[in-house]
């Protein structure tokens, strides 16, 4: 069914049968009843009915005749209406569609993939880790050079008011005991659902399977299902994300077109990513796929905690996630480096010699680790990696071996095999607003800027942020 405009949707909705009665008793049962949901892009109906169109639009105009008006109508309300199109449907840019759809502005979500949400989706396998529950001054540290930069966005939308737009939309949140703050429901899905259901209500179209191709007079151009167009928008959002996972939508391809534009972009780069080990073979036929539970690695005066997973050409896990960044650039200035793998972080390593010193004499070396030191087979075979040769016998070397097992890395992951992404637009070229300074009303938001953070909540925090300090940078764009 379509209004006179010719932009009204009709949805069918089936109300199910009644819940029991808390006391245990059903309802009378009553056969389902259709109802439609109708929501006008033009006029901003938006009711439940079950009659025909007018008769339900006459209605709701009653209820509310502002809603009635036309365009013209509205501004002589002071309700100056216009067009924004947000190129990318991940958190940051379903966040500024949000902010610019609250002010009354019309916001149209390209996405070229085949729904939105894709990298968050993702994000929910691992329970998805929305902020973390850290105090405001270690938190913003973690942001590194880019701390004074996103500061007034993370202060303007902060992990608590994160925790209380997810609480609105139905999904409440708990820490967990690393201080990572994730929904009680450990998914995603239902949090896209409901963003997508209020996005829906508050008048945000969503054109999926279409991808932005560059700058056009008055708008941009697309290329989507219908072929290519020219959207018209008085302001435009980008947040096309990095470059990490391709597959989900961040494939880079937008930096061509911003460089054309003459925008600085830095090259693009893995971060939060795994390293290449070159394990000797026995090893890596051994313990590909074998966990690391509670290590600590340093890299020069950084240590990381965590957990890793030995793979076939490396390791990966947060502990060397969280080193990611310097060891990067480490490589990238000197080729190959050492890092240090401290398989016992709770005890230091006089406790250590002492325990293996107390072992059974007759003991095999490898006995005596597993049984007064608690190190699992994978944990005995890194340390041999790491001597290079026979272990030592005297329990204070061992020990000293087993707080500093020396691992060469040799190479970060590739970009599209990262969590993220560091590089990209250069933090010079973006004003207080998240407004490029030069494309007037091109706004910018998420990881498509040059900041990188470690994982545990703080990636997602800065998209949220960046996108709601974007989006209301488009509102007082629009309202000069």
């Known amino acids: 069914m379509r209004h006179a405009s010719g932009k009204t949707l009709r949805r069918s909705i089936i109300f199910p049968r009644p819940s029991p009665h808390r006391d245990g008793t059903l309802p009378k049962w009553r056969k389902p009843r259709r109802k439609f949901w109708y929501f006008c892009r033009e006029c901003r109906l938006d009711t439940l009915g079950d009659g025909p169109l007018s008769e339900v639009h006459e209605v709701a105009a009653a209820a509310s005749p502002h809603r009635d008006a036309d365009r013209a109508g509205r501004e002589q309300m002071g309700v100056n209406e216009r067009e924004v199109v947000v190129i990318g449907g991940g958190p940051a840019g379903l966040m500024a569609a949000e902010a610019i759809a609250d002010a009354g502005h019309r916001v149209s979500v390209v996405e070229r993939m085949p729904s939105i949400g894709r990298k968050l989706m993702m994000a929910g396998r691992g329970g998805l880790n929305l902020t973390h529950s850290e105090a405001g001054d270690r938190f913003l540290a973690r942001y590194g050079a880019a701390e004074a930069f996103l500061t007034p966005a993370i202060a303007a939308f902060t992990p608590g008011d994160l925790r209380d737009w997810a609480r609105g939309l139905g999904e409440e ?13 450990f998914k995603a899905s239902p949090l896209l659902r409901a963003w997508s259901r209020r996005l829906t209500e508050r008048g945000v179209t969503f054109r999926t399977r279409t991808r932005w191709t560059g700058f056009a007079p008055g708008g941009v151009t697309v290329v989507g299902p219908q072929g290519e167009e020219r959207l018209a928008a008085d302001a435009v959002v980008l947040a096309l994300g990095g470059a990490s996972w391709p597959r989900l939508g961040s494939d880079g391809s937008w930096t061509a077109i911003l460089s054309a534009e003459g925008v600085e972009i830095a090259p693009l780069r893995p971060t939060n990513c795994g390293f290449t080990v070159p394990w000797s073979d026995v090893f890596r036929s051994r313990f590909a796929g074998e966990p690391l539970k509670r290590i600590a690695i340093r890299f020069d005066d950084r240590v990381s905690i965590g957990e890793a997973v030995v793979t076939d050409d490396g390791l990966e896990g947060g502990a060397i996630y969280g080193l990611s960044a310097p060891l990067r650039e480490a490589i990238a200035a000197g080729g190959p480096t050492e890092i240090r793998l401290d398989l016992k972080p709770s005890a230091d ?41 026979a272990l030592p016998s005297e329990p204070d070397e061992l020990a000293r071996l087993i707080k500093a097992v020396p691992i060469r890395v040799t190479a970060a992951r590739p970009l599209d095999r990262a969590i993220s992404s560091a590089g990209g637009i250069a933090l010079a070229e973006v004003g207080p607003d ?6 007037p009303g091109v706004f910018v938001c998420g990881e498509m800027m040059d900041w990188e953070a470690p994982t545990g909540g703080y990636l997602l925090q800065a998209c949220f942020s960046t996108g709601r300090a974007a989006g209301r940078g488009v509102v007082r764009f629009l309202g000069r």
């Open 173 to 185: 949140t708990f820490v967990g005991t690393s201080g990572r703050v994730f929904p009680c429901s």
């Open 349 to 389: 390593a006089a406790e250590i010699a002492a325990a293996l010193a107390k072992g059974r004499k007759g003991d095999s070396l490898a006995n005596r680790l597993r049984k007064a030191v608690s190190l699992p087979p994978v944990a005995i075979g890194l340390l041999r990696e790491g001597a290079g040769k």
């Open 434 to 439: 998240f407004q490029l300074k030069r494309l």
